[in-house]
């Protein structure tokens, strides 16, 4: 104790300070934390809960101190956790899942605390929230699975017609030409599968920056049609357009190309012969400082159900994928379509009527920034 000088007083205040302090600085660590931490006695009545705790399990704690934690809806799922932890003093670690009413999941440690006197003094829990983990390790592994299937169909298909060719159909030179005509379009959608899943990853990993320019958008919307001409003569397709001379965007011109190609052949495969397929362009927005282009790309086509509206922009969805294995499609075409359009920081959005119509609308900034 010869540590402090001056009067017992003053070194009472001294020790009170410091008291003062070590509390202060340990509530701003836990508010501070991004896991939750929650503490409950050995009664499990709640003692400490920080701010990350209540963002987590999606509650309040104002007037919940002091409260049994069995009381707490969104914690009821824990209970089976902190009996065990309680009863057998161990450490548990696991991972739960919450509903509020989105899923989260989150992982929770329960850690007993064992006072001087080797009696329970309660439980410590940090919960953890994994959901972004979790749900990018789900995609992945939806994406592998996706993959393998959209790859073993073509190849199945020209394993086995080379094998009936090599058996001795090959003898006959109207079936071998009709089988290899077969074998060459299932290579060439082997092909289209993989130059679009490679596009696709160049886009996300955006190792390839987008060469910004001045696009006049009459003249690249004209030529693009222009370049679909033939497949929406084919069907019997009337492709028209509506843009402004003079409107100009800055953007890269090739992956704008790209947006519109997607979308013009997508209006010309879901739409049945002796339709039409219309392309407009116009400026919106007020101030100068938020212009604005809007392009849409409507057809009179085959539509899409309600359901499937939002999940048409992930890769490989087709909506029906009979209908779209017909058109050879293989589901990423508008998965590049909304990276590309998020890459110009523009949005995009689908409206459609089943066996009516779709447009998808796609604003884009006149001025990058
Ligand atoms: N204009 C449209 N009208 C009706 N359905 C559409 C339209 N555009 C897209 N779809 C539906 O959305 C699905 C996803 O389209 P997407 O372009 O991503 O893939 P895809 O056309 O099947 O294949 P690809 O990768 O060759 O473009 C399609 O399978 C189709 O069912
Ligand atoms: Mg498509």
Same mark, same amino acid.
């Given at each position: 104790?010869?540590?402090? /000088? ?8 001294? &020790? ?56 707490? &809806?969104?914690?009821? $799922? ?36 064992? !006072? ?62 009709? @089988?290899? &005509? ?15 899943? !490679? ?76 339709? /039409?397929?219309?392309?407009?362009? @116009? ?9 604005? $282009?809007?392009?849409? $790309? ?14 048409? @922009? ?8 009979? /209908? ?7 589901? !990423? ?33 006149? !001025?990058?920034?």
């Amino acid at each position: 104790m010869a540590k402090y /000088r001056g009067s017992p007083g003053t070194r009472r205040s001294i &020790q009170g300070r410091r008291v003062l302090e070590d509390e202060s600085r340990l509530t701003s660590v836990l508010e501070n934390m991004i896991d939750g931490v929650i503490m409950i006695d050995r009664d499990a009545n709640l003692v400490l809960v920080n701010r990350a705790a209540e963002q987590i399990a999606g509650f309040s704690v104002s007037g919940l101190l002091g409260q049994h934690v069995f009381a707490l &809806q969104p914690l009821h $799922v824990l209970h089976p956790l902190i009996e065990r932890c309680m009863t057998g003093n161990e450490r548990i670690r696991d991972e739960i899942a919450l509903y509020l009413p989105e899923e989260r999941i989150v992982e929770v440690n329960l850690i007993p605390i064992v !006072l001087a006197n080797g009696v329970g003094g309660g439980i410590l829990m940090i919960l953890h929230d994994v959901t972004s983990i979790r749900r990018l390790e789900r995609i992945r592994s939806e994406f592998v699975a996706n993959v393998s299937h959209e790859l073993k169909t073509p190849i199945a298909s020209v394993k086995g017609f080379a094998e009936t060719l090599l058996a001795g159909a090959m003898d006959d030179p109207e079936t071998a030409k009709t @089988f290899l &005509q077969i074998i060459y379009e299932e290579s060439e959608r082997l092909n289209r599968l993989i130059g679009d899943l !490679l596009e696709l990853s160049k886009i996300e990993s955006r190792l390839v920056p987008l060469r910004l320019a001045p696009v006049d958008l009459h003249e690249l919307i004209g030529k693009t049609m222009e370049a679909m001409g033939n497949q929406a003569a084919n069907k019997h397709i009337a492709l028209s357009m509506a843009v402004d001379r003079d409107l100009y965007i800055e953007a890269d011109e090739d992956r704008l190309r790209q947006i519109l190609i997607n979308l013009l052949s997508n209006g010309i495969s879901y739409t049945p012969e002796g339709g /039409r397929v219309c392309v407009k362009a @116009f400026p919106v927005g007020d101030g100068p400082e938020e212009e604005k $282009v809007q392009i849409v $790309v409507s057809d009179t086509g085959i539509g899409i159900p309600k359901e499937d509206l939002t999940r048409i @922009f992930e890769r490989f969805y087709k909506v029906d994928k009979a /209908r779209s294995r017909s058109s050879g499609g293989t589901g !990423l075409g508008l998965s590049i379509v909304k990276h590309l359009v998020d890459l110009h920081g523009g949005t995009i959005h689908v409206d459609s009527v089943v066996g009516v119509e779709t447009s998808f609308t796609i604003e884009l900034p006149i !001025l990058q920034k």
